[in-house]
Nanobody, 124 residues
Framework: QVRLVESGGGSVQAGASLRLSCAASGLSSMGYYVGWFRQAPGKGREFVASISSDDGTAYNLEVVKGRFTIARDNAKNTVLLHMNSLNSEDTAVYYC?????????????????WGQGTQVTVSS
């Protein structure tokens, strides 16, 4: 059984940093991509970043703008999203997701598995 559990969200001031964690369990040895999505109030879900099983990374540059970094902690089966220089536009629920297809995640905003989400609120 696949399980994705996010943590690390919270309320911060503009300019602050946060680190989100996604603890992944049950993913098979197949090449799963693990990614982060976000959904702001009244808006659709959008892809933020992903990392492949061989640590290749991809970003939504319009969202990230050089401020976010995705990384994997293999020892802990965890995928991290480091977020710097946060602003009010980053306020959203952030979801961890996993799929064997990068195209599903990046283009179709879909994934086979989803976490429950963690709230990030940035006040100016």
């Amino acid at each position: 059984q696949v399980r994705l559990v996010e943590s690390g969200g919270g309320s911060v001031q503009a300019g602050a940093s946060l680190r989100l964690s996604c603890a992944a369990s049950g993913l098979s040895s197949m090449g799963y991509y693990v990614g982060w999505f976000r959904q702001a109030p009244g808006k659709g879900r959008e892809f933020v970043a992903s990392i492949s099983s061989d640590d290749g990374t991809a970003y939504n540059l319009e969202v990230v703008k050089g401020r976010f970094t995705i990384a994997r902690d293999n020892a802990k089966n965890t995928v991290l999203l480091h977020m710097n220089s946060l602003n009010s536009e980053d306020t959203a629920v952030y979801y961890c997701a996993a799929d064997v297809s990068y195209n599903n995640m990046r283009t179709l905003q879909r994934a086979e598995y989803w976490g429950q989400g963690t709230q990030v609120t940035v006040s100016s």
